[in-house]
Nanobody
Framework: QVQLVESGGGLVQAGGSLSLSCAAS????????MGWFRHAPGKEREFVAA????????YIRDSVKGRFTISRDNAKNTVYLQMNSLKPEDTAVYLC??????????????????WGQGTQVTVSS
């Protein structure tokens, strides 16, 4: 069992930056691929970014490419999402997720085994 806890969300003006963290419990974090999703009111949960167990492969959705970066520190059992040049349309609850298939970068919610509760990101115009 893996528990995921996100932090770092908040209120920021358009053009600003936030750095999200997702801390994982358990000794097997380094074997999991990790992902970030977001869920805005009235919309479906959507994929944002994913990273393999080693950090060697990442995948970022097109609408945030060049602005968002995913990374991980296996020694700290933590995955990060650095978000720059934020836009009002980035407003959502951001959730991290883990899959035991560590060598892939899944983009669908059903491909993940564990989920955090999320952290709210609000970007004002």
């Amino acid at each position: 069992q893996v528990q995921l806890v996100e932090s770092g969300g908040g209120l920021v003006q358009a053009g600003g930056s936030l750095s999200l963290s997702c801390a994982a419990s358990g000794r097997t974090f380094s074997t999991y691929a990790m992902g970030w999703f977001r869920h805005a009111p009235g919309k479906e949960r959507e994929f944002v970014a994913a990273i393999t167990w080693s950090g060697g492969v990442t995948y970022i959705r097109d609408s945030v490419k060049g602005r968002f970066t995913i990374s991980r520190d296996n020694a700290k059992n933590t995955v990060y999402l650095q978000m720059n040049s934020l836009k009002p349309e980035d407003t959502a609850v951001y959730l991290c997720a883990a899959t035991v298939d560590g060598g892939v970068v899944p983009r669908r919610t059903y491909e993940y085994d564990y989920w955090g509760q999320g952290t709210q990101v609000t970007v004002s115009s």
